[in-house]
Structure formats: C-alpha cells, structure tokens
C-alpha cells in the first residue's frame, strides 16, 4: 500500500490556495499572524502560493468547518486561481478534508500534515527518519478512506486476507503493523542514544540545551559559541537532528551545548510524542538557553510557544536562561519589548558575537552555584588533577605554593574521588 502522504508528491502539486480562520477565541489578529506562517511553511515545501484568504468564523460545522456557502465560494475561488491543494490553517477531521476534495476537487490537506511534510523533507539521520516517519503514519490512519473510493471491493481467502476483508481493512492492519515496528525500531535508537549519554557523562561536563522558535537561531548561535559548523539557514526547521557540540567558557570550564528542533505554533501533538526521543537532550540537561529572534513581531507568542512545549516534555522547571537574538538588527522599540517580556534576558548577535561575554558569564555562573565549594591543594606531581578539575568543574582560584597547587573552585560531589584527598576546607555552597 503507498503511504497517502506520499501520493501527495506523486501527483506533482505545485501551487497551493491557503485559508486561514480568525475565531471569536483567538486575539484580534491571531489569524492572520498564523497565516503568514502557514505561507512560509508551505513555501519550504517548494509550493507556490497563488493566494491566501482569512475566514471570519463564528462557528465551526461538523462538515466543512466553514459554512457550505462559504465553502463552495473558496472552491470556486481556488480553483480559478489555478491551485492544485487548498490549505487549511485549522485542523481538519478526516470527515472534514474528505467533504472538502469531494467539494473542489482538489487535494485538501491543513497545517498538521504542511509540518509534517516539511519534517519528512527535513530529516536526514535514523532517528529523524523515524519519528517522522511515525507521526505521518499515526496521523495517515484514520484519513485511509480518502485513498480509496473502492471500498466495496472484497479480498479472496490466503494471503490477501479472510474472506469479506476490504482493502481499507488490509491498509488500516499494514499501517497499524508498520506503527508498532517503527515504535520498536524508535525504542532501540533510544537505547543507542542513552549509552552514547552515559559515554558523555563518564567525565562529568555540565550540559546545557538551546531551545526556541523556528528560525530564531539557535544553530548559528550554537557555531558561534563552539566554533563549529552545523547547517544554519534562514529557514523553518533547518535542521531537525540534535546536535552536541563542547564549548570552553572563559573561565576554561566546559560545557556540551545542544542544539535542538525548533518549536512552532500548533506543534501536532503527535509531532511532540515522536520527537520526545530528540528532545530528552532537554529533559536531562543542567540548565537551557532559550533563544529568541528579538526582531520577530511575534515575538511574545513564540516565547509562549516554547514554554509551552517544554511543560508539555516535562522541562519547563529548568533554570532558563533567556537569550534575545539578532541585537544587531534591533531598535530601541524592540528591546524595550524584549525587557518587558524577561527583564533577565540577555541580548546577543550570533551573526557578530556582540554580548556572548555575558552569555559566557552567566553560564559559568549557573555552573558554579550548582557545585560545592571546595579548597583543594594539589602536590605538584600530580598535575593531571589539575587539568582535571579545570574539565570537570570551576576553578575560581589557582596559587602555586612550595607544597603544591592551592585551589579554590566548585567541583561536583560525584569526582570526590577524584579531588577528595586533596581537601583542605569545604564550605557550604553559596
């Protein structure tokens, strides 16, 4: 059976009709906000948007969502304008986008299916693969009947299934057996990836996360921060696969940063469940770095958005240390915006580094008040200690003495062995 989702591509759409909905429950201008998000969405798909409209709706109808007169007016309406899909803003029950192709004749799909498309096109390693490859297939099953308008035709006894078994039943048990080996396969990845943690964690280096919107940045900043050279475009969902870079703060401490897929409004929940494997980074990291485009208009909303999801994984207790990116291109009207929405917040440019000092500061800060502070004094023959605790910890002081190293810093209690011997006085941490 071919996925329904990838009958799309085979029928070669290129220009799309995009309906928006500003609801009596969404703040004035909400709608259009989130269709001019749905155009870029679908323009990452290489779509052509011919046009967009905003619906008023007062009510929802079980049907067509919209009213049937205002339905048959956009039918008419796209396909004059020559489209090949019409795209919902709203979510669309199966019953819903069955009506509406009935309707127009066209394919109809809404915004869960757009994220998803552009998730599939994105993902490059194994595990993207998969859990996208599980949320089209969770969200493909009870939309099968609109593959198929031959629902009466029977399967023979064997092979092909019991005797009355429709097509429909064959497809619903493919795709039912085919989720539960892609959660299989997605359960083994998880493992492989909880062994490569433990690798990491064997030498105790602080770990933070990036989180945020789509396309605030987060990548570039995780290139500026560790000098490396992860893809970062100017495009929703650039990159979908965590990535774990080592970063030496100033104070010669380490810290692994992970860069991680960025949030979006109207997330399909089934997207959150099978990217909650990627996104375990953030649930078992020591603090997270939200970063923020302070130049978006929207700037409030995708600072919702993420904290929103990062309840729904379980996350949003971290200590959170709020970055306002692309300072460089921002006015004084943006910032007063951005101290408003976290008078904390720091504001940098990844694009030319201004502000990543106290970016670094703060980091070391947060590292430190979560060690215990420890005087040490290391002999001088054993200075493999010394590089050592400049890798596991904070060294805030390094004297050399006749009798060896004194060392003031915080080190975690887990490498006691380590520097216990060493120990000339414990204080309480501050």
């Not at 401490?253 to 375990?280: C, M, N, W, Y």
């Not at 200590?319 to 915006?337: G, L, Q, S, W």
């Not at 500061?361 to 215990?372: H, V, Y």
């Not at 010394?386 to 209690?413: C, M, N, T, Y």
């Amino acid at each position: 059976m071919a996925d329904f989702l990838d009958s799309k591509q085979d029928a070669n759409l290129e220009r799309a009709f995009l309906i928006g909905v500003q609801n009596s429950e969404m703040p004035v201008g909400e709608g259009a906000e989130l269709l001019a998000e749905l155009k870029e969405l679908v323009e990452n798909l290489r779509l052509t948007v011919v046009n967009t409209t905003l619906v008023n709706l007062r009510a929802p109808t079980p049907a067509l969502l919209l009213g049937s007169g205002k339905a048959k007016e956009l039918a008419e309406q796209a396909k004059a304008e020559g489209a090949d899909v019409i795209v919902f803003d709203e979510a669309l029950s199966p019953a819903q986008q069955r009506n509406w192709e009935e309707l127009s004749g066209l394919a109809v799909i809404d915004r869960q299916e757009v994220i998803l498309e552009v998730f599939a096109d994105r993902a490059h390693t194994r595990e993207a693969v998969l859990q996208v490859a599980l949320a089209r297939m969770e969200y493909s099953l009870p939309r099968l009947t609109r593959a198929w308008t031959h629902l009466s035709r029977q399967r023979g006894k064997g092979a092909l299934g019991g005797e009355g078994e429709t097509q429909l039943e064959q497809d619903r048990r493919i795709v039912r057996d085919r989720i539960t080996h892609l959660k299989h396969e997605l359960i083994e990845v998880v493992k492989q990836r909880d062994v490569q943690r433990r690798r990491r964690l064997r030498v105790p280096v602080p770990t933070t996360s990036i989180v945020g919107y789509t396309n605030a940045g987060k990548s570039s900043l995780l290139n500026r921060l560790t000098g490396s050279q992860v893809l970062a475009e100017n495009k929703l969902f650039a990159t979908l696969d965590p990535t774990t870079r080592q970063m030496v703060l100033s104070n010669h401490q380490k810290l692994l940063v992970t860069d991680t897929v960025g949030f979006i409004r109207r997330l399909p929940h089934s997207l959150v469940e099978a990217f909650k494997a990627t996104l375990e980074e953030v649930i078992v990291a020591d603090f997270l770095i939200h970063v923020l485009d302070v130049t978006n208009p929207n700037l409030e909303k995708h600072h919702a958005t993420t904290l929103s999801v990062l309840a729904e994984l379980g996350a949003d207790q971290k200590t959170i240390v709020t970055v306002f990116n692309k300072v460089d291109t921002a006015n004084d009207e943006m910032k007063a915006r951005a101290r408003q929405l976290a008078r904390d917040g720091l504001f940098v440019s990844a694009l030319t580094g201004e502000g990543l000092e106290s970016l670094d500061q703060r980091c070391a800060e947060l590292i430190a008040d979560a060690l215990g502070n420890t005087e040490l004094l290391i002999p001088h023959s054993r200075y493999d200690v010394v590089a050592k605790l400049h890798s596991i910890g904070h060294v805030q002081s390094e004297e050399q003495r006749d009798d060896g190293v004194l060392i003031h810093g915080r080190f975690p209690s887990s490498q006691n062995a380590l520097f216990g011997p060493f120990v000339q006085a414990k204080k309480d941490a501050k």
